[in-house]
């Protein structure tokens, strides 16, 4: 059995694990984020053709 103490210091630390990661990730994606939009547009097209394909 886990006391609360230990138990909100890790989840407080989880959290801000997860704000530091979602600042960072947010950081990268401000760069990338042409790249990114090229890259989920090229996949969606890749997409497109095979369903066209399936259908055909």
């Keep these: 059995m ?3 103490s230990t ?3 890790v ?3 989880n959290i801000k694990a997860d704000f530091i990661l ?3 990730s947010g950081e990268i994606c401000k760069k990338f984020c ?3 939009r090229l ?3 090229f996949q969606s ?3 497109n053709e095979n ?3 399936i259908r055909t």
């Design 2 to 4: 886990i006391d609360n």
């Design 7 to 9: 138990q909100k210091s």
């Design 11 to 13: 989840t407080s630390n």
């Design 22 to 24: 979602s600042r960072a």
């Design 34 to 36: 042409k790249l990114h």
């Design 39 to 41: 890259v989920v547009e």
């Design 45 to 47: 097209n890749k997409e």
């Design 51 to 53: 369903h066209k394909k």
